[in-house]
């Protein structure tokens, strides 16, 4: 990691849960965050907690599920940092949205969710992408948070939304990194594809009996998804993680 000391990487959704993980553990190695949240006052509140480490924290707020936000949130890295050598999209919701009973109002909560985890992905890597060329850095390094919905397909009803987008990251990750193969570039592309994590992304968008369905299965932290995003960082130049996928013990 002593490669990436003083750099910069963009945390997406680093508010709460595995973002504030991650954005932490990259102040902690010496990185220069920029955490990217609608609650910007918690990441605020994170940078403070966080004075007199390795690194520092910027606090930006910005809904990645919109077009204006992410292009300001990028140009005042480009303003106030210069470049990005880092991408974590993160920022993520999982509305309870069952297809086949969604009334009026929840379309726009599945609308919401399309926006966030699949737009937000496409337009954050965009950005992040044309600041690396504009400074000539070809040894980027952009991570997905994805999930192990990436990868099959639930049986469980009103996560069918959720699932859907992230086998959409999960085409997007490798797509990516088709093309700057194509492009000859060394930027990197991982997808990092965790199990249940204890987070409250369940209780936050809605789902019935969300606490219950949290205690009673295996679960791992968001430390142990940060683990693995570290992993992939330290990789040496030429390696490059294409897929983690991190499962509690016990996960069926």
């Given at each position: 990691?002593?490669?990436?000391?003083?750099?910069?990487a963009v945390v997406t959704g680093a508010s709460s849960g595995i973002g504030k993980s991650i954005a932490?553990?990259?102040?902690?190695?010496?990185?220069?965050?920029?955490?990217?949240?609608?609650?910007?006052?918690l990441v605020q509140d994170l940078s403070k907690s966080l004075a007199g480490r390795k690194g520092k924290?910027?606090?930006?707020?910005?809904?990645?599920?919109?077009?204006?936000?992410?292009?300001?949130?990028?140009?005042?890295?480009?303003?106030?940092?210069?470049?990005?050598?880092?991408?974590?999209?993160?920022?993520?919701?999982?509305?309870?949205?069952?297809?086949?009973?969604?009334?009026?109002?929840?379309?726009?909560?599945?609308?919401?969710?399309?926006?966030?985890?699949?737009?937000?992905v496409i337009m954050c890597s965009n950005e992040a992408i044309k600041l690396m060329r504009e400074n000539?850095?070809?040894?980027?390094?952009?991570?997905?948070?994805?999930?192990?919905?990436?990868?099959?397909?639930?049986?469980?009803?009103?996560?069918?939304?959720?699932?859907?987008?992230?086998?959409?990251?999960?085409?997007?990750?490798?797509?990516?990194?088709?093309?700057?193969?194509?492009?000859?570039?060394?930027?990197?592309?991982?997808?990092?594809?965790?199990?249940?994590?204890?987070?409250?992304?369940?209780?936050?968008?809605?789902?019935?009996?969300?606490?219950?369905?949290?205690?009673?299965?295996?679960?791992?932290?968001?430390?142990?998804?940060?683990?693995?995003?570290?992993?992939?960082?330290?990789?040496?130049?030429?390696?490059?993680?294409?897929?983690?996928?991190?499962?509690?013990?016990?996960?069926?």
């Amino acid at each position: 990691m002593d490669r990436w000391e003083g750099r910069v990487a963009v945390v997406t959704g680093a508010s709460s849960g595995i973002g504030k993980s991650i954005a932490t553990e990259l102040v902690e190695r010496g990185m220069i965050v920029v955490g990217l949240a609608r609650r910007v006052e918690l990441v605020q509140d994170l940078s403070k907690s966080l004075a007199g480490r390795k690194g520092k924290l910027h606090a930006v707020k910005a809904d990645v599920g919109k077009e204006d936000d992410v292009v300001e949130a990028f140009d005042w890295v480009r303003k106030n940092l210069g470049g990005v050598h880092v991408l974590v999209n993160n920022a993520g919701i999982a509305p309870h949205a069952p297809l086949s009973n969604l009334d009026r109002e929840r379309y726009k909560a599945v609308q919401t969710c399309l926006d966030t985890n699949v737009m937000g992905v496409i337009m954050c890597s965009n950005e992040a992408i044309k600041l690396m060329r504009e400074n000539g850095i070809d040894d980027g390094h952009i991570i997905n948070i994805n999930s192990i919905l990436g990868h099959f397909i639930h049986t469980r009803t009103g996560i069918h939304v959720y699932n859907a987008t992230k086998h959409a990251v999960t085409v997007l990750t490798e797509g990516l990194r088709r093309e700057l193969l194509e492009a000859k570039s060394k930027i990197r592309v991982t997808s990092i594809s965790p199990g249940l994590v204890r987070t409250n992304i369940a209780e936050s968008s809605g789902r019935p009996n969300a606490k219950e369905f949290m205690a009673n299965r295996p679960i791992i932290r968001a430390d142990d998804v940060t683990s693995s995003v570290i992993h992939a960082l330290a990789a040496p130049p030429d390696v490059q993680i294409a897929e983690v996928i991190v499962r509690p013990v016990g996960e069926p």
